[in-house]
């Protein structure tokens, strides 16, 4: 077996053994708020990124608090690329992509979901960064193609802030998590960026509703960017920066029941981003009709007009929205 097997044998087996640890500890505790996971203060030190098997040339994927409570949030707006989830209760939950460059700090940071999984099948050994997990989920994340890493086997690159309540006050400093970022190059989305297609319609505002979250994205010619609001209130990060996409994927996909249920008995959603349906994509002022295609988990989504012309996105950040078909 060779070393880099035998590091990353190693730390599964110690990642397993001090999360259990960890989240026995903080069952009253008030980090849960209906999830599990470690604290940052725990006196684990995280590995240094020169000792992450695989790290070099992965993208990092950081689990971002979005209830009221965890506004304003924290370096989303250096994110190559948010997906907007449902959870428990018709609430969201973000998972930011970062590639190209890291902000100071990111957060607050929460727990993950079995639908993370399969979303990020499209990496290559993709950093998963998140609070915790619902217990009987954290074996699959243990057996998933990618690097898990909670404040229980990572403590230094995570803190605790003094603006918010727990568990709303937890953030990550990617650059002691994985170093340095990895590069356009370690995007397989599928995403392709260049010039509109012909047609589309004019969009002044889009609003996608979850049952308990809102999001409405209004196009701003002077910014050249698609202005969000989140329940009603402009996303204003806590530096003062806009959350301003430059492409809007309001995707179709299967929204299904899972397995797993939250502390309060409510069913955790699973969002199915494997298959086929349609999409409406937002750009330049404009709304584009597509469909979109994912062959297989490791593959990214292709997304084309309905005359099967590949459908490119603007330069710059983009959201995926996933909503019910």
Same mark, same amino acid.
């Given at each position: 077996?060779?070393t880099?097997?035998m ?9 397993r053994?001090?999360?259990?640890? &960890?989240?026995?500890a903080l ?11 470690g604290?940052p203060?725990?006196g684990?030190? /995280? ?8 790290g070099v ?9 979005? &209830?009221?409570?965890?506004?304003p949030?924290t370096?989303l707006d250096?994110a ?6 449902? @959870?428990? %209760? %018709? ?13 100071d700090?990111?957060?607050? @940071?929460?727990s993950?979901?079995e639908s ?9 050994e993709?950093?998963?960064a ?23 086997d990572?403590?230094?690159?995570y803190y ?5 309540p ?5 953030y ?6 994985v ?6 190059d370690?995007?397989?989305?599928g995403?392709?960026? /260049?010039r ?11 609003t996608v509703r979850?049952?308990?979250a ?15 609001a ?7 990060l806590?530096?003062?920066?806009r959350?301003?996409?430059a492409?809007?994927? &309001? ?10 249920r939250?502390?309060l ?9 494997v /298959? ?7 750009r ?5 009709d597509?469909?979109w295609?994912r062959?297989?988990?490791a593959?990214?989504?292709?997304f ?5 012309t590949?459908?490119n ?6 959201? @995926?929205?996933? &909503?019910?078909k």
């Open positions: 077996m060779g880099v097997s590091r990353l044998r190693a730390r599964r087996t110690r990642r053994a001090t999360t259990g640890m &960890v989240l026995a069952t009253a505790g008030a980090l849960l708020a209906g999830c599990s996971g604290g203060d725990d684990r030190q /995280g590995e240094s990124p020169s000792e992450r098997p695989g040339g992965s993208v990092l994927a950081v689990k971002i608090d979005n &209830v009221g409570a965890a506004r949030q370096g250096a190559d690329v948010v997906y907007a989830e449902q @959870v428990e %209760g %018709g609430l969201s939950r973000l998972m930011a992509v970062y590639a190209t460059r890291f902000p700090s990111v957060g607050p @940071v929460r993950a979901r993370d999984l399969e979303l990020l099948r499209q990496f290559d993709p950093t998963l998140f609070s915790g997990a619902q217990s009987k989920l954290l074996p699959l994340i243990d057996r998933a193609p990618l690097e898990a890493r909670t404040p229980g990572a403590g230094a690159a605790r802030g003094t603006d918010k727990a568990p709303h006050n937890l990550l400093r990617p650059a002691k998590l170093g340095s970022p990895p590069g356009a370690a995007l397989t989305t995403f392709r960026y /260049g509109a297609p012909a047609g589309g319609t004019p969009e002044h505002s889009r979850y049952p308990a809102r999001f409405t994205f209004t196009w701003s010619d002077q910014e050249r960017r698609w202005l969000l989140m329940d009603g209130r402009d996303a204003v806590t530096d003062g920066a959350v301003a996409p492409t809007v994927v &309001v995707q179709h996909v299967t929204i299904r029941q899972s397995r797993f939250d502390y008995g409510n069913n955790t959603p699973y969002t199915e981003t /298959g086929s349906g349609k999409a409406e994509v937002l330049d002022g404009r709304v584009f597509a469909e295609e062959g297989t988990p593959d990214g989504t292709t084309t007009t309905p005359d099967g590949p459908m996105f603007a330069e710059g950040q983009v959201w @995926v929205l996933y &909503v019910t």
